[in-house]
């Protein structure tokens, strides 16, 4: 039977570039407590990579900081490895800012452990039920079309599918850079979301992932609806049903719109308001599902 060590970060993973988007990501999954905080790094501009195996979390600015000079990704890999005397121990992905991707998994991974690249991608795991998780996550990574993030997601699923890390399930984590694209666009983090200890960690990560598109991302043309008819009889009812809008005024358009604003402003769908006199369907749709407070009906 082979020891497995505590300290040892047992994952799958897979890196990627979007050349249309710029973008810049990963996903992982692990048997491991908070894997996000360990294996993940990125910067807009520069690259992404994974450090996984027993891992060593220098590789990650140390590597970005390498790209940032100008280095391709194999050339990085080449030289996080060389000086590293348990390189044997290590497994990691990067791929760089034009999409070149390289991968390694050094002599003494714990079975099965491997990676592959492809089209601006790398995925490697180790401690797997067999290659096909590895297999698994290029192919679909190929084959899907849509933003970065989800078919990251759609990867990691299918590695997970395939297998996944042999050891069970604990942990998960996605992260998408690119300029500006943080809160505010005050820094490059546009999508940082972790899930540190789950029974189905992917699924869970999946069900953030959209939260995250319902909470930040901005309303759909198809989705824009004018507070009117029965889009404004149903506002109003879900808003008098939350205690927004007493239940005398909702005639009154003025109020209905003020407490349309307090609504979306508590519920921090700033980035879904729209002018006066128009609604989100998306937000009307939560508010339908939001269960009415404690005690009313």
């Known amino acids: 039977m082979i020891h497995i060590p505590k300290d040892l970060v047992a994952t799958f993973s897979i890196v990627a570039f979007d050349p249309a988007t710029e973008e810049l990501g990963i996903a992982v999954q692990s048997k491991f407590l908070g894997v996000g905080a360990v294996v993940p790094w990125a910067k807009a501009g520069v690259g992404a990579l994974a450090t996984q195996s027993y891992a060593n979390t220098s590789y990650g600015p140390r590597g970005l900081e390498w790209m940032a000079k100008g280095k391709s990704a194999q050339e990085t890999l080449e030289l996080l490895v060389a000086d590293d005397s348990e390189r044997d121990l290590r497994q990691v992905g990067i791929v760089d800012a034009k999409g070149k991707a390289a991968t390694f998994t050094g002599e003494k991974c714990y079975p099965w452990a491997g990676g592959i690249t492809g089209p601006n991608y790398a995925a490697q795991g180790n401690l797997l039920a067999g290659e096909e998780t590895v297999l698994a996550m290029g192919r ?158």
């Open 140 to 297: 679909t990574f190929e084959q899907t079309k849509g933003p970065l993030a989800e078919r990251l997601l759609k990867a990691l699923r299918a590695g997970q599918a395939a297998g996944g890390d042999r050891r069970g399930q604990q942990s998960a984590a996605l992260l998408v850079v690119k300029e500006r694209g943080g809160y505010g666009g005050y820094n490059d983090r546009y999508i940082d979301l972790r899930v540190d200890d789950h029974p189905r960690p992917i699924e869970e990560l999946i069900r953030l992932y959209e939260l995250r598109q319902l909470y930040f991302e901005k309303p759909r043309p198809e989705k824009v609806a004018v507070v009117e008819g029965a889009v404004k009889e149903e506002a109003a009812a879900h808003l008098i049903r939350l205690g927004y809008l007493p239940k005398e005024r909702a005639a009154d358009s003025e109020a209905l719109y003020e407490a349309l604003t307090v609504y979306i402003h508590t519920e921090n769908f700033e980035e879904r308001e729209l002018e006066k006199g128009k609604i989100d369907l998306d937000v009307l749709a939560y508010m339908k599902q939001q269960p009415s407070p404690q005690g009313e009906k």
